[in-house]
C-alpha cells in the first residue's frame, strides 16, 4: 500500500531561519509527491509537485522541495521563515492505480517573530 | 478565475438528519473529488468522478454517504441519517483530468459538518 509519513507534528522555526518539514513516502513504482498549505478555516493550498526530473523543486510563496530517491523523502524547505507561514502543512502521494491523493497526518508550523 | 467553491460553509444538523453538502469546480474541469477531513486528521478519500461518472467511491464509510455530478459539472455529497462520527470537515477538489496522476487537485475551503 502506497503512503506518506510525516513524522513531527510540530515544527517550531524563528522568523529569517531556514525552515524544513519533513516526510517520506512508500510507494511501488515512481513516486507522484504533492505538498499542501491549509491556513485555518480554509481548504487546502497547493503549494508544488514532484513528478520526475529535477530533485529540487521550487513552488509558491518560495517554498521548495527536495526528492531524495535513496532515502524515500520529500522535504519541504524555506531558505527564510515568515511569520505568515505558520499554518498546517501536509504532504500527498498520487496513489498508483487511482487518481487519488493519501495524505500524511500533518504537520504543524509556528514561525516565532 | 473563480477557485472551487463549497456551500455551505457549515452545517450543524442534529443525528439522523439528511444533509446535502455542493461542490463547484474550476469551470472546466473534468474529475471531481471529495475527502472527509477529520479534527487533527489529515483528508482521507471519500470518492472521484470523471464528468458525470463516479469512477471510485471506495472510499465512502458507509451506504448513507451518497455523491452525484449528474451533469459533469456541480456535485453533492448527501448524508443521510447523520451520526455524531460524520462530524468533519469535507473537502472538494477539481482537477483538469487530462494528465493522470500528475495533475494537481485545487481545493476548495470545506464545509464543516457539526452533527450534534
Known amino acids: 500500500a502506497q503512503s506518506v509519513a510525516q513524522p513531527e507534528d510540530q515544527v517550531n522555526v524563528a522568523e529569517g531561519n531556514p525552515l524544513t518539514v519533513k516526510c517520506t513516502y512508500s510507494?511501488?513504482?515512481?513516486?507522484?509527491l504533492f505538498w499542501y498549505v491549509q491556513y485555518p478555516n480554509r481548504g487546502l493550498q497547493f503549494l508544488l509537485k514532484y513528478i520526475t526530473g529535477d530533485n529540487l523543486v521550487k513552488g509558491s510563496y518560495g517554498f521548495e522541495a527536495e526528492f531524495n530517491k535513496s532515502q524515500t523523502s520529500f522535504h519541504l524547505k524555506k531558505p527564510s521563515a515568515l511569520v505568515s507561514d505558520s499554518a498546517l502543512y501536509f504532504c500527498?502521494?498520487?496513489?498508483?492505480?487511482?487518481?487519488?491523493?493519501?495524505f500524511g497526518t500533518g504537520t504543524r508550523l509556528q514561525v516565532f517573530p | 478565475g473563480a477557485g472551487v467553491s463549497q456551500s455551505p460553509r457549515y452545517k450543524v444538523a442534529k443525528r439522523g438528519q439528511d444533509v446535502a453538502l455542493r461542490c463547484d469546480p474550476i469551470?472546466?474541469?473534468?474529475?471531481l473529488f471529495w475527502y472527509q477531513q477529520a479534527l487533527g486528521q489529515g483528508p482521507e478519500f471519500l470518492t472521484y468522478f470523471q464528468n458525470e461518472a463516479q469512477l471510485d467511491k471506495s472510499g465512502l464509510p458507509s451506504d448513507r454517504f451518497f455523491a452525484e455530478r449528474p451533469e459533469g459539472s456541480v456535485s453533492t455529497l448527501k448524508i443521510q441519517r447523520t451520526q455524531q462520527e460524520d462530524s468533519a470537515v469535507y473537502l472538494c477538489a477539481s482537477s483538469w483530468g487530462l494528465a493522470g496522476p500528475t495533475d494537481t487537485q485545487y481545493f476548495g475551503p470545506g464545509t464543516r459538518l457539526t452533527v450534534l
Open positions: 469551470s472546466g474541469h473534468v474529475s
Open positions: 500527498a502521494v498520487r496513489d498508483r492505480y487511482t487518481d487519488k491523493l493519501i
Open positions: 510507494v511501488s513504482g515512481n513516486p507522484y
